[in-house]
């Protein structure tokens, strides 16, 4: 019956340095934290999470609304099953798959809404890879936890193989993530990274961090040679008074692969009202990243590919 109590006693005398630092973050960057849901209504070009006339009807928000603040345990809604397909685009590329793996307190309406903004945007089908919501409180905890004491499996290990059987079946699979989903993307990256039999299909795989949580995320230096561009490609984009892009990708610049795109004095961590309309504009990369090379359908090409940044080689 102690096992378990003296496990966790094991993790938190061995992570307490991380345990330090991430309450210090958490601490230090609260005052930002009410601006995580402002300004409203700031995007009339895409659908708001919190307009009650982006969702089907009124059950479906207040679907949302309970999830976020009822604690309880629920499923996921899709393990990549789930496909939203923009207007005018009948038929996925074989050769490409985009999955979204969404963020924090996200019920299945607000998650299936993100996908489908992205679709739009994009002009893709998307495959909704849901993280479910246990509610906001706990959903913090678990985050904390996967982060922290790297107790991420339980948060990831489903997508994982998801994702390699697309790797294995696909020449490029696209990982569009937000907020908590940055966590497991990175889950994904090191367990596949760290196996003998996948670690080559790393090289198809490209990741697009909005408002990212994770404190680390990297790339393998050999890969990257063989490619000629960082493996996996990554790309961040942070709002700089996003509490939770504060205390994630911007306070961990030397542990994370990838360019990363801020806007210094922009507010707000939802991902259709404060993130996606400034992507699909280029506010943040000045129309200069792979990922703006995608909108409205577009293809980048081989030289669109970011060059490795300092620090990314293991």
């Known amino acids: 019956m102690l096992t378990r109590p003296r496990r966790w006693l094991r993790q938190l005398a061995h992570n307490r340095s991380a345990i330090r630092r991430d309450a210090s973050l958490l601490l230090g960057h609260v005052s930002t934290l009410p601006l995580a849901v402002f300004p409203l209504h700031h995007e009339p070009t895409v659908r708001s999470e919190l307009d009650p006339r982006s969702y089907n009807n009124n059950g479906d928000m207040l679907n949302a609304l309970s999830q976020l603040l009822i604690p309880a345990q629920r499923e996921s809604a899709s393990q990549g099953t789930l496909v ?33 903004e992205i679709a739009r945007i994009f002009q893709r089908p998307v495959h909704l890879l849901h993280t479910p919501t246990w509610g906001l409180a706990r959903d913090i905890i ?9 107790k991420d499996g339980k948060l990831s290990r489903p ?143 081989e030289q669109d590919f970011m060059p490795i940044q300092p620090g990314e080689q293991l």
């Open 84 to 116: 939203v397909r923009p207007q005018r685009v009948a038929q996925e590329q074989q050769s490409t798959r985009w999955f979204f793996i969404n963020g924090v307190a996200s019920a299945p309406p607000v998650a299936l809404l993100n996908a489908s």
């Open 142 to 150: 678990e985050s904390i936890s996967a982060r922290t004491l790297r």
């Open 159 to 301: 997508a994982v193989y998801v994702v390699q059987e697309a790797l294995e079946k696909h020449d490029r699979v696209v990982l569009f993530c937000h907020s908590q989903g940055t966590i497991v993307a990175s889950y994904i990256v090191r367990t596949l990274l760290r196996h003998a039999a996948t670690r080559q299909l790393v090289k198809k795989l490209e990741l697009y961090c909005i408002g990212g949580v994770a404190d680390s995320l990297q790339v393998d230096h050999t890969l990257s040679a063989e490619a000629g561009h960082p493996v996996p490609y990554v790309e961040h984009f942070a709002n700089g008074r996003d509490y939770f892009a504060q205390i994630g990708v911007l306070s961990h610049l030397d542990s994370t692969a990838g360019t990363v795109f801020c806007v210094p004095e922009r507010n707000g961590h939802l991902l259709n009202e404060h993130y996606l309309a400034g992507i699909a504009r280029g506010d943040y990369c000045n129309r200069s990243s792979r990922l703006y090379r995608y909108v409205r359908g577009r293809e980048p090409g």
